[in-house]
């Protein structure tokens, strides 16, 4: 039953109270970046909901600690740990409810309501964290399946590690942009198809006739891919592992991801060392992020894959995720 709320939100809505995601975000009349919360066709000013006399009491896991919902990143508020994540979101539900506890603090606190509630089509969403790092996993089975089509032929689809380990490269953080952000179509050096061919620069797929020399010239095969992006709330020491049984406790929550993708000139430059600028040049993500315990109620069942094999230590004692679809 999905929980009610004293505020508007029609039901087919993606920002119920069970979702509550994170974002920054500032408006027109107030240019400070910030941490709101989408809730129905509103954004909660978690940066104002500090003012309130009472919020220490209401949210005493955040003693000391509300200055991170002033911050201009999320990286402050990710950084105190999953266990503060849902204590915090699960005190969001109890306040937003309709038979919600602390009724005063908010649902009956009309001239509150007018700082701290904003239009969510007024909110400018920001780059939520801060990124240092980015890979990019080959996570997906049938994206790995599909893309080693692509480039190798059906026959030689999956390399002969993707069964037995995360196969991934090192992105380009500092490209990384939030969604909505304009995309330059990137330039770069692709081996053209005779004219008439079909498809692509893709010798190995058979497609078409391939120059032997590359040319310069702007990329006419400009991809996207639809992916899930995992930010991470905490990191390890250098020269430390997590054990895989621990890596869940490391993750602030999800965004969905464009990983933009020149394959023309992807398909030149990737061997041996993989992608580069077919790659690197953008990398759109969600303002939204869902925290992880938000999605705990959709988890379901890997997928049983032929031939899979992993080493000891990537054998988890229940995997009841799987991200291989």
């Not at 995309?183 to 497609?207: C, D, K, N, W, Y």
């Not at 790659?279 to 992880?292: D, E, H, M, Q, R």
């Not at 992993?310 to 679809?325: K, V």
Request: aromatic share 8%.
């Amino acid at each position: 039953m999905p929980l009610a709320s004293w505020i508007e939100i029609d039901a087919q809505s993606g920002f119920s109270l069970e979702n509550l995601p994170f974002g920054i975000f500032n408006t027109k009349s107030d240019p400070r970046p910030r941490v709101g919360v989408a809730v129905g066709q509103n954004v909660l000013d978690m940066a104002q909901l500090t003012t309130h006399p009472a919020f220490a009491q209401t949210f005493p896991m955040l003693q000391g600690l509300d200055d991170v919902f002033r911050a201009s990143s999320l990286n402050a508020f990710a950084a105190l740990g999953r266990r503060t994540h849902c204590a915090v979101r699960e005190r969001l539900q109890d306040v937003l409810r309709a038979d919600t506890p602390y009724a005063g603090f908010l649902r009956d606190n009309a001239e509150f309501q007018t700082r701290v509630l904003l239009a969510r089509d007024q909110a400018v969403l920001q780059l939520p964290v801060e990124i240092g790092d980015y890979t990019d996993f080959f996570a997906g089975y049938h994206h790995a399946l599909h893309t080693g089509t692509m480039f190798r032929g059906k026959a030689d689809a999956l390399q002969r590690n993707y069964l037995h380990l995360p196969v991934a490269y090192h992105g380009r953080a500092s490209s990384v942009v939030v969604s909505g952000t304009p995309v330059q179509r990137p330039m770069g050096q692709i081996l053209e198809t005779a004219p008439g061919a079909v498809g692509s620069a893709m010798p190995a797929a058979g497609m078409g006739v391939v120059a032997t020399t590359p040319v310069t010239g702007l990329s006419r095969r400009l991809d996207f891919e639809l992916e899930l992006g995992c930010i991470i709330a905490t990191g390890n020491k250098l020269g430390e592992s997590i054990p895989v049984d621990k890596a869940e406790e490391h993750i602030f929550g999800y965004v969905l991801l464009n990983d933009w993708s020149a394959r023309d000139i992807q398909a030149w430059e990737y061997v041996p060392l993989g992608p580069f600028n077919g790659k690197n040049f953008a990398t759109s993500i969600s303002g939204w992020v869902v925290l992880a315990d938000a999605l705990e109620p959709f988890r379901t069942e890997p997928l049983a894959i032929q031939g899979k094999g992993s080493q000891e230590y990537l054998q988890e004692a229940n995997p009841r995720l799987e991200i291989s679809g």
